[in-house]
């Protein structure tokens, strides 16, 4: 809160400043190959009044909430499991380690074949490629739950469920968090790739019909709104944070 | 040794598993990794695929040196310095957001496709992964390292060559390791894009029937991926004998 | 101990920082082309013209490739490449849209591209209307949405009821046309043959038969570049070497097959023989007549093409071809060129 | 003499190092807590009266010898002893009162009456007003008073101790040291209390055992003949002065700095 609270004039003004620096790299070049920030945001404004992008987006978010809801349901227990046994992690690891290596782009054919081209393949999208980045993150959550901690559970006679449930699963709920952070970032990437590269729908076929027609302030609008999707999307979830977790104190500089 | 005991079985499960899908669903869909491993064997001892993997290995390594040069520095000012924070905080948080995919185009308009076409991609893949992690750890190191080093009347510069850089090494570390995954596949995306090198290869395969040729592509990339982690990993434990495992892993927790 | 750690940590940060410089061919002028990132059958003339003639004309083409027709074309108006392959759709819409791009020559006459069609789903046209048959085309309002859209419209087609969807990438396409999730997919010429082999897949679509002369890929360039006189000199030695290219192509079988292994981008290419080119020579080289002896910009190509694009609302209408299509410099080519 | 609370016999423990080399920490050590009594155990550091501790609570196995509770030998952690960590070791999730609540949410206390119990634990120990603080906003001193009451919450036959004010600074300590026997006082508990603090060790218990350095032997056991209750006073008593030597005595043999 306090960072909110203290840097946020400070924020406004990189804002202003990389707005300024946009505006002026922009000038001279043609309009067919880039836009300024003026004329972009004028731009999303106009098409946000009109319903054309909120349409847009809530077709897309749609997706996006299931493949990436699906995505935490698989990697929260999984995430643990890794975590807490020795044995699974070293199984599971080299091969999550290797898919996730992959770019997503080189996935699509896969994606095609399996899950063809509409809504569920566009959900495997979201879901493959926000899972590995949240399952990573949930793993070293419950590796690192203060094994004192577990201790004193056990000392006052909780049980291997009661383990998780009242000790393991609130500890790790920051990581929980962090992950749910990062894997929504990866998520929204995924969104907008899945609407590009598998049948164009949604933000996705807004993007390719700007780009078809060379409106390049109409492309780096969407650009823009993505962008501020994932600003609302970090900052959403960590007011969500302090909200639930108050007891949690992020370090603070 | 129990540890790799567990590994092979892993890998074995997983291999087992894309054998029987593939012999279900045929070459054309999904090669089994038989059909994959014939189809390697081909393209190692034609050569070209390690000609051109080793050369675009070298311009990530370009984007990559760069996104960790001016990555680490500035997430360790950000973690330092909540004005630095504050006024590079959102764009950081917005810049993460942005596909490769997206940014090509332009990025194509601005360097063309040579040398730093490649380079520039991988720079900006890569370099906000590399931020964030030093900036956690910059954001938690414990005061009272500070204070220790205050009390013994430090200088700044000093206190960061003997206090913070130490402290912050696992997350440099971690830093490194997260942006080189994210810096080998932009570089594949970038190349996919260009038609060069190996993400150029791999675009190709993916215009043949058989999917055992795009596969072997992947397969390879995804042993370069692990091998160069494993790397850094034991490069990250000789440099520094105190670099532990376990506080870099939480590195991870990163954005 | 101590030192080698500080030694390693210092080679290591210089050796991953030198950049590679390339060689350059002394005297001969440069010359910046991009051009698409994969190379079928019908291109192999124009890309041995340009790797191979153009250096023996004095000019040293630096080639770039990239894989998206509307990223050709906005390097050619950023001024990334001097001169290069894209398409006539892309330069009139972005000609629309405020740039400045003058077509100066053809890739090659008729586009080898083909609609193929799953057999077992789709028989005639009229099957496209059905809901479960899916077309997959690149991009919507681009050649190979608008070269379907001609044919169905003249065939009574309703339009509006064939399902579309975009996939970027033939291989994608392929993909996807494979495994049953889309009913009919364009293809080249060379790649129609190939899938035929696979499964129940036949041509539905040759555009070359629909129309007098289907343009696709053509080579493009900036008019502010165009004016100078050493530039225009350039471009008319480039058609020069792609006629000679043309020529030979024509002629010897053997030439076509050398080239093919050279320069075509599948991976299959280098096990390529006479023999197995054979059926796809003549097909590109006699029935398409993808190489004219002559390469001849007529207006009327480009007049012809104008309504369908313009229903398939691919452009607005704005720009006349005349205003675009640059027809001199190939006259002057083939005079200079004789035969 | 009546069955002891508590009785631990012949207690060894190692643990493994590197290529299975084994490391002796606890040889053999035995004795017996009378009920209500207040025994410290004093040693080096790191000769293994955690680990020794840990065993009478369950956490950790012993490789031989058994400890007995009431006669019955004890397998793993219940609700007969309660613990009070080092450093403190609450649940940054919970608040003061969530943490005293813990042990009884654990036996299955229900929700109402496990608030009310953890209530008056809370006030015992000194912290009302702070029962819906999260640990990080109390001080060393109230968290250590939390960790008190959350073992005292469950009403355990023995009171384990584990350093409990090792971490804390002199001041602290010492007003902690009075609070815990007025706590004692009121509410009469068998403590196993562990320390390197000669001191404490005298100020608070009945008995005094001396452990040897690693491996961990019981070295010495000494009465401390002081009445109850005791105040400050005490500490400059030259009785005081003379346990303290005592015990330093048997220490130093097997210190080495």
Known sequence: MTRLGHGLPLMAASMVGGMILWEMAASGVSGVIFAPPSVVLARLAQDTLSGVLPMALLGSLAHLAVGFLLAVAVALPLGFAIGRSPPVAAMVEPVMNAIYAVPPVAMVPFLIIWFGLFYEARVALVFLMSVFEILVTVTVGARNVDPMLLQVGRSFGANRFRLVTVVMLPASLPFVFTALRVGLVRAINAMITAELFLAAVNLGALMKQSAQRFDMAGLLSLVVLLCLLGLAAQEGLKALESRLLPWHVRPSS | ?255 | MLLTRRQALKTGAVAGLLPLVPARAQGARPLKVNQLGFALGIHVPTTAALVDIMPTMGYAPTIQRMDQIRTLTQTLIAGAAEIGETDSITVMSAVEAGADLKIVSLWYMHTSLVFVANADKVREFKDLEKPENVVAVNGKGDITHVMLFGPLLQRGVDVKKVNIVEIGGSGARMQALQSGRVQAVPVHFDQAAELAKRGNFKVLLEPWKEYKAWINEVWACSGAWLKKKENERAVIDLIKAQMIAFRKANADLAWYTENYRKHVTLPTAKDATQESLKPIWEGLSKSIGAWPHTIDMKMEYWNDLVPVYRQAEAIQGKVRPDQIVETSLAKQAAAELGG | MAQPKLEISQLTKGFVRGRGDIVPVLENVSFAVADLEFVAIVGPSGCGKSTFLRIVDGLIEPDSGEVRLNGRAVTGPGHGRGMVFQSFDLFPWRTALGNVEFGLEMMGVPRQERRDRAQGWIELVGLTGFEHSYPHQLSGGMQQRVGIARALAIEPEVLLMDEPFGSLDVQTRDLLQDELLAIWQRKRKTVLFVTHSIEEAIYLADRVLIFTPRPARLELVLDVPFARPRTEEIKSSPAFVELRREIWQSLKRGVRI
């Open chain 2, 1 to 255: 040794m129990k540890r790799l005991g567990y590994n092979l079985l892993g890998i074995a499960t997983a291999l087992a598993l894309w054998e029987l899908a593939g012999r279900w669903v045929g070459a054309n869909l999904f090669a089994p990794p038989t059909l994959v491993l014939v189809e390697f064997a081909q393209l190692a001892r034609n050569g070209q695929i390690f000609v051109e993997l080793a050369a675009s290995l070298r311009q990530m390594l370009v984007g990559f040196g760069l996104a960790c040069l001016i990555g680490l520095p500035a997430g360790v000012a950000m973690g330092r310095s909540s004005l630095v924070d504050a006024l590079f905080h959102p764009w950081l948080s917005m810049f993460v957001v942005t596909s490769v995919a997206a940014l090509v185009p332009l990025f194509v308009l601005v360097f063309g496709t040579g040398f730093w076409f490649r380079a520039a991609i991988v720079f900006v893949a890569s370099v906000w992964y590399v931020m964030l992690t030093v900036y956690q750890g910059a954001r938690g190191i414990e005061p009272r390292f500070i204070d220790v080093g205050r009390s013994f009347s430090a200088g700044r510069l000093q206190a960061f060559w003997t206090i913070l850089l130490p402290a912050l090494y696992p997350y440099i570390v971690a830093a490194m390791r997260i942006g080189l995954v994210h810096a080998i596949r932009a570089m594949v995306v970038a190349e996919m894009f260009i038609i060069l090198g190996y993400g150029g290869m791999i675009y190709r395969a993916g215009y043949a029937i058989s999917t055992a040729p795009l596969l072997a592509l992947l397969v390879t990339l995804m042993l370069v991926s692990i091998a160069a982690n494993e790397v850094l990993r034991v490069t990250g434990r000789w440099l520094a004998p105190w670099y532990e495992e376990r506080t870099a892993s939480t590195g991870a927790q990163r954005i």
